[in-house]
């Protein structure tokens, strides 16, 4: 009886079987990747609730989000590698029962929502899905904006965006897209207003927010500023390979077949939804920033495959569809599956070891060159109450304020690794300022592979 029953279960909640299963599968391949975490995930928000004041003495271009509010990573939990999987893990499984969702909403098919699943449960890790970064959390933002969209629930909408925006910058110009559909579409100015009212809402908290903390105008200047002049020229990154671009081709052109289905206001919002959120693939030539814009092609890419009518055709297509994706699936996965997480391996945690001995907690020292993270590995802050990423683009700008705080507190532990590179740039060229005041003024006196732990001479 209890197996009839089980029988009939299954026979009535297919669907919802398969996508655990989906689920189990994506959460498992994510576990026999690489793991590359963001340091800025675990070094900005640790500095923020050590009482560093974001913009004015955590410099960075990015917009607050999780890194610098009073709730962020940190005292979320998220404080190693291994907390750090389980959010991406968390956020991709978010993403595929939202998918699934929102897909069996629009192909009023449960057969169909679930090929969407497949489809990004074999594209998000090839995207880079196994790189945790703030385009990992977009998707979980923008669905259901998406969806939201299609049933005209403008306030909502908005601030979801709104969010989105707070997270990251890149999201303006996709706000600003369906700003200009909502006026084009509803010709209400009212309506609009709502859309608005939503969108600015986070954004007025999160400008009050900086301006009690005295950081107003640094955050303009290196998220608006900073981002236009020296980062444009300097810290911008092409693709470094053909391969790179016809990989991006190959998914997003599939994704344009959608434009043959019927329903032109589903095709006009999703190539919106498609389009904006491809804003942040053009400063650094990373697949991660496809991740915010992948959800969206694949539902185009679903799309596509159901309007075409000749079965020829169908089978033709889809032939060449799946075995283009097989051969670089097989590639993908011989060159990814590694226990290696990156930033956190054993030479990182012996010197954070030796730090943690020499050092009391909230002590101040310098780290050059070596892993940022150290900081938070071993409770101790940055001298001068400065902190700012080692590349070029920053150092070009920051550099001064950075020795300047290393002459003022004269830290008596200084961690180095002088042969660090930056795209071909050696951190002793263009930190040699830096470099030359420490060789000046520090003696080795414990290494760990190329990173050596220096105290100060004795005056």
Known sequence: MELDSFIIMLKNNWQYFLLGLILLVHTFVLTKLFFFPYPELFIYPYLTNHGLKPYSQILDQHFPGLLFLPVNFDNLGMTNPGVARIWLMVTVALTQILLFFISKKIFKSEKKALLVNFLYLIWQPFFEG????????????????????????????????????????????????????????????????????????????????????????????????????????????????????????????????????????????????????LAGVFDRANFVHFQPSLPFAILG??????????????????????????????????????????????????????????????????????????????????????????FPWFLKVAGTRVLDGIMADKPRLVVADRTVKIEDQKITDFAREIDQYILQNYEPIDQVGTTFILRRKAP
């Open 130 to 277: 196994w790189v945790l970064w703030i385009d990992s959390f977009l998707p979980v933002i923008l669905l259901p904006s998406f969806y939201g969209l299609l049933k005209k629930r403008f306030l909502g909408v908005g601030l979801l965006l709104g969010v989105g925006i707070v997270f990251k910058q890149t999201i303006i110009p996709l706000s600003i897209l369906i700003l200009i559909y909502i006026l084009a579409s509803e010709k209400n100015f009212k309506t609009a207003a709502k859309y608005l009212c939503g969108l600015t809402l986070p954004v007025i908290l999160m400008v009050s927010y900086l301006f009690s903390k005295g950081s107003l105008a640094d955050f303009w200047y290196w998220t608006v500023i900073f981002n236009l002049t020296v980062y444009a020229s300097s810290g911008t990154q092409i693709p470094n390979s053909f391969g790179f671009i016809i990989r991006v081709l190959f998914v997003y052109a599939v994704s344009l077949s959608g434009f043959l289905n019927k329903d032109r206001r589903l095709i006009i919002i999703l190539s919106l939804f498609l389009i904006g959120s």
């Open 301 to 390: 890419t679903t799309l596509g495959l159901y309007s075409l009518t000749k079965k020829s055709t169908i089978m033709i297509l889809l032939g060449l569809y799946l075995g283009v994706t097989v051969w670089w699936q097989n590639i993908f996965y011989k060159g990814h599956i590694s226990e290696k997480v990156f930033f956190f391996d054993q030479p990182t945690y012996a010197v954070a070891k030796k730090m943690r001995k020499l050092t009391k907690p909230g002590d101040k020292i310098f780290v050059f060159g070596a892993v940022p993270l150290l900081y938070q590995m071993s409770n101790t802050l940055p001298a001068g109450d400065i902190f700012v990423f080692q």
